[in-house]
């Protein structure tokens, strides 16, 4: 069965945004990218709310638009294209590219993309991913966090009313001073 993974860059303090809604963390240098690329070419689906759906439309031309850009960049851009997305929003109307558009039931729609055959399932955003945390479905959690405090502002964990208990299951440093750490989700007693 497929897993859903929460994976996001998150400030030393837990934040992914801060305070005005700029990103927290820098972005990632070559060697951060190119293993965001390994791990978005094993994917079968990326899951994202409103707000991040516009943000990496960006990627969808980029390839086009940017053609003397650098391989790791156009490599994400390829990826990016050809992974299927599933936008849920309530405001939206439509989606374009390889995306298709959920207003329903959040849990229904996970439960039938854990069933399909094909790579695991990406959940990015953080509203989106605060939804999912509430609901117990993420599998696996994958925080890449950067040397940086920006001291308030959008959170990676939103607060709960129940303990999330993981298991520690891979790390990872980068040169950039980034740390990649793979959690799983365990089983509920």
Known sequence: MRKVIYSMGVSLDGFIAGPDGEIAVP???EELHRFHN???RELGVHLCGRRL???MSAWETFAEENPSAP???LEFARIWKQTPKVVFSRTLEKVEGNATLVKGNIAEAV???KQQPG???ALGGAGLASAFMKL???DEYRPFVHPVVVGGGTPYWPPLDETISLRLVETRAFGSGAIYLRYERLAER
């Open 27 to 29: 972005a990632p240098d």
């Open 38 to 40: 390994q791990q978005a």
């Open 53 to 55: 759906y516009e943000v």
């Open 71 to 73: 391989e790791h960049l």
């Open 111 to 113: 439960a039938s993309l």
């Open 119 to 121: 790579g695991d399932i």
């Open 136 to 138: 117990g479905l993420i």
